[in-house]
């Protein structure tokens, strides 16, 4: 299977994905549409809460054998379709290294959910399970305040900057030298 993308107005992903199966019912066996989300910590006046963003806003990911010109025409069809990418006039699927980085994060179900991590002596992150596994090359920027840490992924000849929740995991240590020390009496 192929993955094209296509390039929708920002917060209408949903909307082109139900007009385009509401009227093009043939093709709903033979096409996916994946519109990944992902799980981020937002803080408002003070209370931090998850919420899910779109991981790609305004992209939408087809899933097909191929683009066949009646395929196309019918996303063409719907309105708010920008563009299907690279551009209109050469459209093509996702290069096989692209299609592998973004497909394991598309494929990794409807949310992605916090990485959990741990930072070494030196600051530097460890990844110890979550989307960002495998990732760690591709982090350019870590917030830990914000608990977010900013990956760059390729698509056609663009770079994307996403940032990608992550829940910061103790160390034993830590743990044992935030521990108070125990009195006497609670030793004996």
């Not at 909307?15 to 519109?35: A, G, M, S, Y």
């Not at 779109?54 to 097909?64: A, M, N, S």
């Not at 395929?71 to 096989?96: A, E, F, K, M, W």
């Amino acid at each position: 299977m192929d993955l094209f993308v296509c390039h929708v107005k920002t917060g209408e992903e949903k909307k082109f994905i139900q007009l385009f199966t509401k009227l093009h019912p043939q093709w709903n066996n033979r096409v996916d549409f994946h519109t990944p989300l992902r799980q981020l910590k937002i803080r408002r006046a003070g209370k931090v809460r998850l919420e899910k963003k779109p991981l790609f806003p305004g992209y939408i990911f087809v899933e097909t054998e191929e683009l066949i010109p009646e395929l196309y025409l019918g996303l063409r069809s719907i309105d708010g379709l920008l563009r299907i990418l690279p551009d209109n006039h050469r459209i093509q699927p996702l290069p096989p290294d692209h299609r592998e980085m973004i497909g394991r994060l598309i494929h990794r179900g409807g949310v992605l959910e916090l990485s959990k991590v741990r930072f070494n002596e030196n600051g530097r992150i460890q990844v110890i399970s979550g989307p960002l596994e495998g990732l760690e090359g591709k982090i350019i920027k870590v917030d830990r305040r914000k608990q977010r840490a900013r990956i760059r992924l390729d698509m056609y000849d663009a770079s994307h900057m996403i940032d990608l929740g992550f829940e910061e995991l103790q160390s034993i240590e830590d743990i044992q030298e935030n521990q108070p020390t125990p009195s006497k009496e609670q030793r004996a």
